[in-house]
């Protein structure tokens, strides 16, 4: 299985990035997928997640309104399109995916993940 994370980079203060996140290894389609992030000195967090079908997704607060979460489910990628970025969306962006027929739960942990790519960073300017 490997997940690949690119789209990352430097920009100013609502600028907008758009992540992506390249699947193989696995039945892309089955997995809920999730982005998360982690600034220096500080633990990973959730950021968003969507189900295996797209039709479900779920943000965290700070992100809501401004990151939009989706999937290409024939081309086996995800994606994470990042508005009105602020410097408190600095960090290393990871995505990782869940393995099928665990318990249902909003995945909002590291723990509901079971694959994780390497990250990609982004730096939002003041």
């Known amino acids: 299985v490997q997940l690949q994370a690119c789209g990352g980079g430097l920009v100013q203060t609502g600028g907008s990035l758009r992540l992506s996140c390249a699947v193989s290894g696995l039945t892309f389609n089955t997995y809920t997928m999730g982005w998360f992030r982690q600034a220096p000195g500080k633990e990973r967090e959730f950021v968003a997640t969507?189900?295996?079908?797209?039709?479900?997704?779920y943000y965290t607060d700070s992100v809501k309104g401004r990151f939009t979460i989706s999937r290409g489910n024939a081309k086996t990628t995800m994606y994470l399109q990042m508005n009105s970025l602020k410097p408190e969306d600095t960090a290393v962006y990871y995505c990782?995916?869940?393995?099928?027929?665990?318990?249902?739960?909003?995945?909002?942990?590291?723990?509901?993940?079971?694959?994780w790519g390497q990250g990609t960073l982004v730096t939002v300017s003041s």
């Open positions: 990782a995916a869940r393995r099928p027929f665990r318990p249902t739960v909003v995945a909002t942990n590291t723990q509901h993940y079971d694959y």
């Open positions: 969507i189900s295996g079908s797209g039709g479900s997704t």
